[in-house]
């Protein structure tokens, strides 16, 4: 998400060392944004990081340049950050098949792709990305081959995760220094609020990221926060919580740059933001709300108190999900404040009709602050999704 200068687009791809393995990443847009969201931060990555040749394809260029101004959705090939932008049609597909092919969150490759692939002669590492899940059977399927049914070619599945047996998590070198310098230095924080066009933080005002789907927590939010002791802002991107928004103020929602207040509540429509400004919008807030994955792994690298909405699923398999992850973050955190935080995130997924109980929560900011620096300090002692995708691959290839 948010408000960036458009830089000039490259009009060719960065050179890169040939004997290094080429990549195609092909991504569907499910959810309007986390799918194309992670595949855009593992490209950029893998160009940045590892000096590897990436093209990106995906079926939705017009949800991509929401977190990319740089893309041209009329443009069905392009070249942004190093990585070659393909739309993924028909047309567009007769190409030689890269070394490594990522088909991420199971989408399904183009037929005449994969029969590309047979034909090639060469040795291809073909991966299906999974989703992220915290649950403990994902480090034994972690790694496992699918050989094709009719071609000479094997699958293997790739699970992100929380456990040194998976595939690890999302997250660019340095990214942490990055936010300790930003928390500390009052003057970025400052020029980032004048860029959004958004006054600098009260004396004890709470700023609130939300990000979310459809539910009725939000407006249980508001009616909490306009209620609040202390001035709140919550900023919420374009698109989101539009009808709740409406509901609780009285009155129509027209998109960005929108305000609305009530009681000690001050709700502002941003833009959506590109992903290095939607960190420093994680950043600098004092909680977050996120959704599905790309925004709920960098709330956690945020080191600020969050709460997930996870991506509703049907006959309720998103729960063992939900719980599974809270089961890990709040091993270490305070009895007292586990069982406040639970039922929060609970509520906030629509569990049981509950009501999100934000003032107990908020008595606990505290130690969740305390809790949630400790938790990106202990994730970030482990390897990369990144470099563990890389050396995986490079192993299939030989």
């Not at 893998?46 to 041209?72: C, G, M, Y």
């Not at 073909?126 to 972690?142: F, K, M, P, Q």
């Not at 009155?251 to 009681?263: D, E």
């Not at 290095?276 to 909680?287: G, H, I, M, V």
Request: aromatic share 12%; glycine share 4%.
């Amino acid at each position: 998400m948010l408000l960036s200068k458009k830089t000039h687009l490259e009009q060719e791809t960065s050179t890169s060392d040939n004997s290094r393995p080429s990549w195609d990443i092909f991504s569907t847009v499910v959810d309007n944004y986390g799918d194309i969201g992670v595949c855009w931060r593992l490209a950029r990555q893998l160009v940045a990081e590892h000096a590897l040749k990436v093209r990106l394809w995906t079926d939705d260029l017009f949800s991509f340049q929401k977190i990319n101004p740089e893309i041209d959705p009329r443009l069905p090939v392009q070249v942004s950050r190093g990585v070659e932008i393909r739309q993924w049609a028909e047309s567009n597909i007769a190409v030689e098949p890269a070394d490594v092919v990522i088909e991420a969150f199971a989408c399904e490759l183009p037929a005449a792709y994969v029969a590309a692939m047979a034909k090639s002669g060469r040795r291809h590492a073909w991966v299906n990305l999974e989703y992220l899940s915290a649950e403990r059977w994902v480090d034994s399927h972690h790694g496992l081959p699918s050989p094709h049914p009719q071609l000479p070619l094997i699958k293997y599945f790739f699970f992100p995760g929380f456990s040194p047996s998976t595939g690890g998590l999302l997250v660019e070198k340095n990214r942490l220094e990055q936010r300790a310098l930003f928390q500390a230095d009052i003057q970025l924080r400052t020029a980032f609020w004048q860029e959004l066009g958004i006054p600098v933080p009260e004396k004890n005002e709470v700023r609130i990221s939300l990000f979310c789907y459809s539910n009725n927590s939000a407006s249980t939010l508001f009616a909490a926060w306009a209620e609040a002791a202390n001035p709140v802002t919550c900023l919420v991107p374009e698109g989101v919580a539009t009808k709740q928004i409406s509901a609780f103020f009285g009155r129509p929602y027209s998109g960005v740059g929108n305000l609305f207040k009530k009681g000690s509540l001050i709700v502002r429509v941003l833009p959506f933001l590109e992903q290095d400004n939607y960190d420093k919008l994680l950043w600098a807030c004092n909680f977050n709300f996120v959704r599905g994955e790309d925004s709920f792994v960098r709330a956690q690298w945020a080191a600020r108190p969050m709460v997930w909405q996870i991506y509703p699923q049907e006959a309720g398999a998103h729960w063992p999900k939900l719980k599974a992850f809270l089961d890990r973050y709040c091993a270490d955190l305070p009895q007292s404040t586990a069982a406040v935080l639970t039922p929060f995130f609970e509520a906030c997924n629509g569990r049981d009709a509950g009501v999100p109980d934000w003032e107990s929560l908020w008595r606990h900011h505290a130690t969740l602050e305390k809790h949630a620096q400790k938790w990106a300090n202990r994730l970030i002692k482990k390897e990369d999704l990144t470099t563990k995708l890389v050396n995986f691959c490079n192993n299939k290839l030989k």
